[in-house]
């Protein structure tokens, strides 16, 4: 019997040993790398101190550093380590730089060790499909996106008949999921409960996993990966949305061919021709259930925050509920209340109620990131290495212009006013513009490609909502939720429900 048992025994010694072995070495070979830059709060709190409080209140230390140095750089320690802030003034200097050169994607994959949880991957088929496929054929999806949405809605939620909690950080995942979905799968892919499922834990696994890798040290990362259990996950997730697309692939391949028309318009297609057009051999079928997952972590996720944000400004404000209500009957009284592509640049208001709960809760407050693929020199002479990751600190509310008006209120139809003001205003301050003064959606040339179908989506998703149900925070709230942070993400409080009762 002994003999049975000391193989597991030893092995369990082992890799105990490693584990111990590994966790001091990574401790002990963290060194940050540092600029000649003044750090904030390094005079008066010790490093781990500063390390949690940027994990749980980046904001008000981003705030601090704001107020002590104004026009200046900073630094703030991370658990990453050292990571410098500019003055939004050097979005300027960054702007005009291309992907290869200062990348935001690249920037976003090492916050979250892309390379082991695989979203370190630019792929110009991809960025392609997004940037021109589907920004060109927004306007033709209108109508089955809206049926996507009433069909979750039918069918995921509760009848709602008198004031029922809804818990907005499940239900809209699978919401958007399926609305994302129609676009890039196709009909009746978007409905597969398993694709659905795979799409929407893969984003989960990469963020939790990344987060758990990153205690470890660079060097030890190799080994201390299997000791993760989601990075294990990530992997599966990749071929599990392989074996679910195979079928779909060898249905289109089994489909007569039509010289006349396309018979599939979604981003498979887009892919799949994109690919036969630029004799891409390196693109398969693997390859395209890798993109699609990548797809989907960028659409899903930030778009549903986004709703959540917008619904906790609605239900703290009841008094925008009405005037959004008859701009939605308004643009579509007719056609029988039924969303068409110009019925989503129509609603203003929602837009500028869009915008302004975007502004007080981004998606971050550092959301212009680069990472310097080559050596840049900034107008100032200041000198960032090639591999060195910025971020400008975007959500200091004083920076508004002065004809914004009171940069601290929450004003619904801020924008609404600002372009009603001249002709020249009426296409400016919308809510998937990139200006200086406007940086959620990024800056520049490697701003956003995805934000004229995140604002679509959201405006379809939000239109349905007032049109068919009246909302309210439960009992024992008062005034808006205080938001959460993980580090510079600005997360909705997930503790509170939202009320939703259906309109008779």
């Keep these: 019997m002994a003999s049975i048992h000391m193989p597991t025994l030893w092995t369990s010694t082992l890799t105990a040993a490693i584990i111990l072995i590994v966790a001091v070495v990574s401790k002990w070979l963290r060194k940050p790398k540092s600029f000649n830059l003044p750090v904030v709060g390094a005079d008066k709190e010790d490093v781990n101190t500063l390390k949690t409080r940027y994990v749980q209140e980046a904001d008000a230390l981003l705030r601090e550093g704001y107020e002590k140095f104004k026009d200046a750089m900073f630094q703030v320690i991370t658990p990453d380590g050292l990571r410098v802030f500019l003055p939004r003034k050097f979005a300027h200097d960054l702007k005009e730089y291309n992907r290869h050169e200062a990348s935001g994607m690249k920037a976003l994959a090492d916050r979250h060790i892309g390379h082991y949880t695989t979203i370190d991957h630019e792929s110009d088929i991809m960025l392609g499909a997004i940037k021109i496929d589907l920004n060109r054929h927004l306007g033709t999806f209108v109508g089955d996106v809206e049926h996507e ?106 489909e007569p061919a039509d010289s006349n028309a396309s018979v599939h318009n979604d981003m498979i297609q887009w892919m799949q021709d994109r690919a036969r057009k630029t004799g891409d051999k390196s693109f398969d079928s693997k390859e395209l259930a890798n993109l699609q997952m990548l797809t989907a972590t960028a659409a899903i996720h930030t778009t549903r925050l986004a709703i959540i944000h917008t619904l906790y400004d609605l239900a703290a404000r009841p008094e925008y509920v009405e005037p959004l209500r008859d701009e939605i009957l308004q643009v579509t009284k007719d056609s029988n209340g039924i969303l068409q592509k110009q019925h989503l640049t129509q609603m203003r208001l929602l837009d500028s109620f869009m915008k302004e709960s975007q502004r007080h809760s981004p998606p971050s407050v550092a959301t212009f990131q680069r990472k310097a693929m080559i050596p840049i020199t900034l107008s100032n002479g200041f000198r960032i290495p090639a591999g060195t990751i910025v971020q400008c600190n975007t959500n200091i509310l004083d920076e508004a212009p002065p004809e914004w008006g009171d940069p601290h209120a929450f004003d619904g139809f801020r924008f609404y006013k600002l372009r009603t003001r001249s002709p020249e205003d009426v296409n400016r301050f919308q809510f998937a513009s990139t200006t200086y003064d406007s940086m959620q959606f990024g800056f520049g040339r490697d701003a956003c490609p995805g934000r004229f179908f995140a604002s679509n989506q959201i405006k379809i998703i939000l239109a349905y909502i007032l049109s068919h149900y009246d909302i309210k925070f439960e009992d024992g709230v008062v005034g808006r939720p205080k938001n959460f942070m993980f580090e510079v993400n600005v997360l909705a409080d997930p503790t509170k429900m939202v009320l939703f009762k259906k309109i008779r």
Aim: with cysteine; charged share 25%; glycine share 4%.
């Design 149 to 254: 949405v009433a069909h979750c809605f039918e069918t995921q939620f509760p009848a709602c008949d008198d004031w029922t909690p809804i818990d907005l950080h499940d239900k809209l995942l699978r919401i958007v999921a399926q609305a994302s979905a129609r676009i890039f799968v196709g009909y009746p892919m978007c409905r597969n409960e398993e694709w659905l499922d795979c799409s929407t834990k893969f984003a989960t696994d990469v963020m939790t996993g990344g987060e758990k890798l990153k205690q470890w040290h660079p060097y030890l990362r190799p080994i201390a990966q299997y000791f993760v259990p989601e990075m294990t996950r990530i992997r599966g997730d990749h071929q599990r949305a392989l074996d679910l697309l195979l079928p779909e692939l060898n249905r289109r391949l089994a």
